[in-house]
């Protein structure tokens, strides 16, 4: 086998646009075959998806697979650069697949997920199935995060909210996974859907959140001429009831439920626990939107059209 040197590598990169780990190792394969290499990339589809690599994919789906048992589950989300390219039922089969390896993985993160083997066809790892879907769909994807839960003393139930855009997935400690207990799953992970919650309860909020929220709300009623007036003690208490009903906001269980406004979320679960005769409480709960925190490219259509015109 032909020794492989770095600026190999970066030759094979400029005539083929591919990575530069992706050159090494098919220049390797093919024992320094320039010629070889350059197909074995394209066989791959790792040259094509290299060139797409500097588009920014924001829009896409997300998605979830459930065991037939509600013992394990799994969140993705893959992003493409348009959302036509998401409605496509080609794409949305790849996603649902991409799902189903991440119920069965065991890899703590997303570079350990896409070196391990697909599935459907173990000759390619993730990464490499990654590279050869772009090729055949057109558009720069991307497995953006993936999570699983294996549920030890529950369920899991999911939710998916316009087509894909939102997933959910909810853990729930339960002595029995009944009908109506699957259907109060269903419903708190519609409700951390609507109200996008960012803990179950007040007891997982750090410590120094509720105290830089007290700093923000002690600096607003000092700036305020007249609450600033007010005694220490009425001050204190007001930070407290102002940083009481955020913390409500936040927490899964304190939210006002939405399909009943008379209840909390956590009223709602006891409920149902009630009428059911058996222990359920949610344990955790996974919101994946497509596309959040993603800085999203914003182009004039004319000016992309003229570039291309230009090419």
């Known amino acids: 086998m032909a020794e492989v040197s770095a600026s190999m590598a970066m030759e094979l990169r400029k005539m083929t646009g591919a990575g530069v780990m992706d050159c090494k190792k098919a220049l390797a394969e093919t024992d320094g075959d320039v010629d070889k290499a350059i197909e ?4 791959k589809g790792l040259a094509k998806a290299a060139k797409k690599a500097d588009r920014i994919a924001a829009e896409g ?4 697979n459930v ?4 013992q394990i589950a799994s969140i993705v989300e893959v992003n493409s650069e348009t959302d036509f390219v998401a409605k496509n039922e080609k794409f949305r089969s790849y996603v649902a697949a991409v799902a189903a390896q991440a119920a069965k993985t065991d890899a703590a993160d997303i570079d350990a997920f896409l070196a391990e083997k697909w599935e459907l066809d173990p000759s390619k790892t993730v990464k490499e199935e990654l590279a050869a879907q772009i090729a055949v769909i057109g558009e720069n994807m991307n497995i953006r995060r993936f999570e699983k839960i294996v549920a030890k003393n529950g369920f899991v139930e999911s939710y998916i ?3 894909g855009r939102i997933a959910i997935l909810v853990e729930m400690e339960a002595s029995a996974c009944t009908l109506a207990a699957k259907e109060c799953a269903k419903n708190v992970a519609m409700q951390v859907a609507a109200m996008s919650p960012k803990y179950v309860c007040q007891n997982e909020i750090p410590a120094d959140y509720i105290e830089h929220e007290k700093e923000i709300l002690k600096a607003q009623i000092m700036n305020d001429p007249k609450e600033s007036q007010k005694p ?3 001050i204190d208490g007001m930070i407290n009831g102002r940083i009481n009903k955020q913390l409500k906001e936040i927490c899964l269980v304190d939210q006002i439920y939405v399909k009943d406004g008379e209840l909390t979320v956590q009223k709602y679960v006891e409920s149902v626990a009630k009428a059911e005769n058996l222990t359920l409480a ?3 709960f996974v919101r994946f939107e497509t596309g959040e925190g993603i800085e ?3 182009e004039n ?9 230009n090419q």
């Not at 074995?40 to 066989?43: G, P, Q, S, T, V």
């Not at 065991?67 to 509600?70: F, K, L, Q, V």
């Not at 259509?301 to 015109?309: D, G, L, R, T, Y």
């Open 40 to 43: 074995y990339l394209r066989e």
């Open 232 to 234: 220490e003690k009425v």
């Open 67 to 70: 065991s037939a048992d509600n």
């Open 282 to 284: 949610v344990k955790r």
């Open 296 to 298: 999203k490219k914003e």
């Open 61 to 64: 789906i997300c998605d979830t």
């Open 161 to 163: 909210h316009a087509n």
């Open 301 to 309: 259509f004319a000016e992309e059209v003229a570039k291309q015109m």
